[in-house]
């Protein structure tokens, strides 16, 4: 990470778009959380996924190739039947049990803007991570935030959900799924 760090705490940071080549790469493991350059790292990922509207963002994401995650659920205008957390920041995220059953649902990202994907992901899955004071947990997520977990740790490891989706009809264009939305509002 660059000594000195170009992006104010103050302005959202750019988020790198499909085809940059740091959203291919694998991250690496974070070895000082308390680092001051991880800890900017991470109010830069808070800031940035608030001013999105997402909920949920990878260090990756904002050219840093380190395992940092936020998941951060909420309704917002991208996702309005978010259900509402506190912003979760995850260092080091490890996958230790997944549920073998899966379930289809709808996923966009920050840095596919103007898609979104329904794919399938395991209903609950057991995480260990870091707490950006380096305390260690352990938390079992199901739903929408599991969802949110295993789409953020596949950017640490240079995936993004387009690489999930099976068929055509699972593919639309945000314009798209958000007709679908509005038609499926009150159902
Ligand atoms: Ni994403």
């Known amino acids: 990470m660059p000594a000195n760090d170009p992006h104010d705490s103050t302005s959202p940071s750019p988020l790198l778009t499909l085809g940059h080549p740091l959203l291919r790469q694998v991250a690496q493991p974070v070895d000082a959380v308390e680092d001051p350059s991880v800890q900017r790292l991470i109010d830069r990922l808070l800031l940035a996924v608030q001013a999105a509207n997402g909920v949920g963002i990878a260090a ?6 380190v395992q940092v995650v936020v998941i951060a659920s909420r309704p917002n205008l ?3 039947r978010a259900p509402l957390m506190p ?3 995850l260092v080091n995220p490890r996958l230790v049990a997944a549920s073998e059953d899966t379930e289809l649902g709808w996923e966009g990202c920050l840095s596919v803007p103007g898609w979104r994907g329904r794919v399938p992901r ?3 899955v057991e995480v260990d991570y870091l707490d ?11 739903g929408f935030v599991a969802r949110i977990f295993q789409h953020e740790a596949d950017h640490l490891v240079g ?13 639309l264009s945000e314009t798209a799924y958000q007709a ?7 159902k």
């Open 60 to 65: 990756p994401q904002i050219g840093q190739p």
């Open 78 to 80: 991208r996702y309005p």
């Open 87 to 89: 912003p979760t920041v």
């Open 122 to 124: 395991h209903r609950t």
């Open 132 to 142: 950006r004071h380096g305390r260690p947990h352990r938390q079992v997520w199901e």
């Open 159 to 171: 995936k993004l959900f387009l690489d999930h989706v099976r068929s055509e009809t699972d593919r």
């Open 180 to 186: 679908m939305e509005i038609s499926s509002l009150g």
